[in-house]
């Protein structure tokens, strides 16, 4: 079983493409990004058709924590560090601008969506305190509203916090089932179950081979799909886990952030605390119920937290630089990289996009320009490139034995030359398909806690059954049923 997330609730059906079609613009994917640039274009009078590969807010959309924030995962004094003093400002303004945007779009869509403000805790341990300090001024030198206080009733051991003003929470697929069917009565033609298979500067080709030509393609696909080198080297893919727990007391309405490596991430929702982390790179560890266990037991230090009620994991894409990559870039547009906050980024990214293909100036597009050169961490862009690297050759190791691979499991086995991933179902049947990625030929490894094959290069992931489920891959695992 894939865990399901919080957020799961049935979202309206469409239907899939089946002839074809043209329209001013064509976006690729249905979750924040794509449904917004939609919705956004629609209002600017464009004729838009929206593609899904699977249903409306399948992907990562559903499987955040659903903060919405100018607080990211890179600190501020890191980003000044890497982007100057003045880029620092407009990236605090752009994400709390972007809260408000989704403010705006709520209230008048009339999308019951839960949006809520409020404010978030950022606290670190007593051998971080300069580094809160520290935080603090670049927060405030960003334009943020934000001050030291003390930790807010109901927690412990949290130490001394910063406070921000103005922050957001709501729940991401009831506002996405509201904007979708608002840009629908908009006249945006949404098809779902309609794989891009191919796409150029102004078609793309659909599995069931049907073709929407159009002025400009959007790529809103989390991942560029089918990208090759242009992001994939650009951007690091992890898996974030989050669980769920009864909440036993009571506790200030508000995100709660601190400052270790991987960080957590918290917020109440009604009777829940939910509580992320534990993060590492995609395909490079499968022990989910451990970190599961210790979200729990960090949580229990600080928070009135009882029983455990849901858990369930989701994918960021990291950037060197800490901001996402949206733009024009090779005749398409494209926006890439959440870097774990992918709803204000989403949200940025369409308001963006709107502006470049109504030829409007944008004040963050230079910001965010998807082929600019890293501005920062260039060493580890590098180390993360080498580690990737190291996975490419991963094909001529030994693999596992299938002897003792329980049913609902798979593993990664080598005949002769070649390996396999194999998927034995829960009636004992066994699935073979080649264990090489079809991205570029790194050796997929098996994730039990999501029950998915997840590629360590690049992030692509598969179902058990190989079939792709997310990009930069767009071809499913190969047979290897001769190799068997
Ligand atoms: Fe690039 Fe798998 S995602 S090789």
């Not at 917004?36 to 009078?45: M, Q, S």
């Not at 399948?58 to 600190?75: I, K």
């Not at 103005?166 to 908009?186: E, I, M, N, T, W």
């Not at 081979?209 to 560029?224: E, K, S």
Request: hydrophobic share 35%; charged share 25%.
């Amino acid at each position: 079983m894939t865990t399901t997330p919080h957020w799961a609730l049935p979202l309206p059906a469409f239907s899939p493409l089946d002839q074809d079609t043209q329209a001013d613009v064509v976006v690729v994917g249905a979750g924040i990004v794509g449904v917004t640039t939609a919705y956004l274009l629609a209002c600017a009078g464009r004729q838009v058709v929206l593609l899904e590969r699977d249903e409306v807010g399948s992907g990562e959309t559903a499987r955040t924590s659903a903060q919405l924030t100018a607080s990211l995962d890179f600190r501020y004094f890191e980003l000044a560090a890497f982007h100057g003093e003045e880029r620092t400002r407009e990236i605090a303004r752009s994400h709390t601008a972007a809260i408000g945007e989704i403010e705006r779009i709520a209230r008048e869509e009339g999308i019951a969506c839960e949006f809520m403000r409020m404010p978030g805790f950022l606290f670190a341990p007593p051998e971080q305190s300069g580094d809160l300090t520290r935080e603090g001024e670049a927060m405030r030198a960003a334009g943020l509203d934000v001050r030291m206080v003390e930790p807010p009733a109901g927690t412990r051991n949290l130490g001394p916090c910063l406070r921000l003003e103005h922050q957001a929470a709501f729940h991401p697929l009831k506002y996405l089932r509201g904007l979708v069917l608002a840009a629908q009565r908009r006249g945006v033609r949404v098809y779902t179950h309609s794989p891009v298979t191919a796409y150029d500067k102004h078609e793309v080709v659909t599995e069931g081979g049907a073709r929407v030509r159009a002025a400009q393609v959007v790529l809103a696909t989390n991942v560029p799909v089918a990208d090759r080198v242009k992001f994939s080297f650009r951007l690091e893919p992890y898996r974030t886990y989050l669980v769920a727990l009864e909440l036993t007391g009571p506790l200030e309405q508000a995100h709660y952030w601190d400052t270790l490596d991987p960080y957590h991430y918290v917020r109440p929702v009604g009777p829940l605390l939910l509580v992320g982390g534990e993060d590492h790179g995609v395909g490079r560890a499968d022990d989910a119920e451990e970190r599961y266990e210790r979200l729990e037991t960090w949580a229990r230090e600080r928070f009135p937290v009882g029983q455990r009620r849901e858990v369930w994991s989701g994918q960021v894409e990291n950037t060197p630089d800490g901001l996402a990559y949206i733009g024009e870039s090779g005749g398409v547009f494209v926006a890439t990289g959440d870097v774990g906050n992918g709803l204000t980024h989403g949200t940025i990214a369409a308001g963006l996009i709107r502006d470049l293909i109504q030829g409007r100036a944008n004040p963050w597009a230079e910001l965010y320009d998807p082929n600019r050169l890293p501005r920062g961490n260039r060493s580890h862009w590098l180390k993360e490139g080498v580690s990737a690297a190291a996975y490419l050759g991963e094909w001529v190791t030994p693999g596992d034995d299938l002897r003792d691979l329980a049913p609902g499991e798979g593993t990664v086995v080598r005949r002769g030359l070649r390996k396999l991933a194999v998927y034995r179902d829960e009636e004992g049947q066994e699935h073979v398909r080649s264990a090489l990625c079809s991205h570029l030929g790194c050796v997929v490894h098996w994730n039990s806690g999501e029950k998915s094959w997840d590629c360590p290069c690049h992030g692509s992931r598969f179902s058990p059954l190989g079939k792709v489920l997310h990009g930069p891959a767009r071809e499913d695992l190969a047979s290897g049923v001769d190799e068997a």
